[in-house]
């Protein structure tokens, strides 16, 4: 069977499916959960793909799933497919959980239903009997880098070593078997049309900074204290003076937040908390900026006379995407939606640890619409479910066709073509070296 004919088949079977993916999305969108805590969603996932015939493994880096199918005509090179199983805090978005916050505001349940929707259409059309090689299908936990405080503890104490999932899955070993990977993810911007991918994206550095002082009465004696929030203030201050510093092309973003000021009003605050991102283009830039950072935060502590606790911990890499990978989704995305909706993204600031993946072995990382709003902010949400769930799940099927079909012959073509930036062993190593912790005392 060609290869168009296996993909009309396949499509035409997710077709069928559309109105259980669909609702699979919604079920994962009324339901959000953390990175690592998606408890909930996690189970949905395997119950689903139970119900198609897969064995999924569970509890990967405390809540991945992961399932293999085996293609039934040769042996070849193994072809992850993946999909995002995390919320993020949107305090305001109408369906966010009132406990913790959590909502689907960056279209994670889309991309998961899209990836079990692929699932399906392959296994209803028996497109493994006509695949050489492994599919693997593969919910992953905690891309949206939040709750750092937590995952901190946790690496603390030992659950976990990085605090995104598919650093976590790395080390762990749960990609030392596959040879090439991809996602779809959705976009609610108008500029990246129906369908797109970008060329590359922005990596990022985590960092906290705590600032000790020394308390006193606010009112009756504040030359007694230290203020640990001016010295903060200082600080963020001193990191808007350098930003100027940041060559254009580099594409350097950093952005922090105070997550804890001062205990009371009354009290001069004796600590002051910070997080934030170093993002850049590049390894190198980003390291640069991170040292700028690091002196900024000590001038603060320097000018009030504090102590600022530094630590850097290690975050996502950049993100390139495969150009023959991408030649082959544009051809698969531009007949799903037209090639007049069809765009060449460029490179993006934002940030995802599918650049993690990408220094190790061939990705793409594709967009494709079907939402509206800002992402992560409380306006995001679905309305176009045919594009945002079942246009993905087509696309992924599709692009596994690509790959696997004629003896495996397009994954084959990509992984001749490809040089990987680091071995897994290097990549561990790398962001092993970032993680440090600083006390610097003026």
């Not at 399906?120 to 939040?146: C, K, S, T």
Request: aromatic share 6%; with cysteine; proline share 4%.
């Amino acid at each position: 069977m060609n290869r168009e004919h296996l993909k009309q088949r396949v499509w035409q079977a997710i077709d069928r499916r559309s109105d259980e993916i669909v609702g699979l999305g919604e079920a994962i969108r009324r339901n959000p959960e953390l990175g690592f805590k998606e408890v909930k969603t996690a189970a949905l996932v395997e119950d689903t793909m139970r119900r198609i015939g897969l064995q999924p493994k569970t509890g990967l880096a405390l809540t991945g799933v992961r399932a293999d199918a085996a293609g039934r005509a040769g042996d070849g090179p193994t072809f992850a497919l993946l999909g995002e199983l995390d919320g993020l805090v949107v305090h305001g978005h109408p369906v966010a959980d009132p406990a913790t916050g959590a909502a689907h505001a960056c279209g994670h349940n889309a991309q998961v239903a899209g990836l079990l929707g692929a699932a399906m259409g392959l296994a209803d059309a028996r497109a493994f009997d006509h695949l050489a090689g492994r599919v693997v299908v593969f919910a992953v936990p905690a891309e949206e880098y939040g709750d750092i405080d937590w995952r901190v503890e946790q690496v603390r104490a030992g659950r976990l070593e990085f605090l995104g999932g598919k650093p976590e899955l790395l080390r762990l070993g749960h990609f030392d078997d596959v040879e090439l990977s991809m996602m779809i993810h959705t976009t609610s911007r108008v500029e990246d049309g129906r369908a797109g991918v970008p060329a590359s994206n922005n990596g990022f550095i985590g960092k906290t900074a705590r600032y000790i002082g020394r308390a006193s009465h606010a009112g009756g004696a504040p030359w007694n204290g230290v203020n640990a929030l001016y010295a903060a203030q200082i600080g963020l201050a001193a990191i808007n003076a350098v930003r100027e510093t940041f060559r254009d092309g580099d594409t350097i973003r950093v952005h922090p937040i105070i997550t804890h000021g001062g205990s009371q009003v009354n009290v001069i605050p004796g600590e002051t908390r910070l997080e934030m991102y170093i993002r850049g283009r590049t390894v190198e830039a980003i390291l640069d900026a991170n040292r700028k950072i690091d002196r900024a935060l000590k001038a603060g502590a320097l000018a009030l006379g504090a102590t600022v606790e530094i630590e850097t911990i290690p975050g996502f890499l950049p993100m390139f995407c495969d150009p023959v990978m991408s030649r082959c989704f544009k051809e698969n995305a531009t007949a799903l939606v037209g090639a007049e909706h069809y765009r060449e993204i460029g490179h993006r600031t934002g940030s995802t640890d599918m650049g993690d993946l990408s220094q190790v072995m061939p990705i793409v990382h594709p967009y494709m619409g079907g939402a509206s709003g800002t992402g992560h902010a409380a306006d995001y949400e679905i309305v176009d479910q045919a594009l945002a769930y079942v246009g993905p799940a087509k696309a992924l099927a599709g692009m596994v066709i690509d790959m696997l079909a004629d003896g495996a012959r397009g994954a084959r073509e990509v992984i001749a073509a490809s040089k990987p930036r680091m071995t897994r062993e290097e990549y561990l190593a790398f962001q092993r070296g970032i993680w440090n912790r600083e006390v610097w005392e003026a």
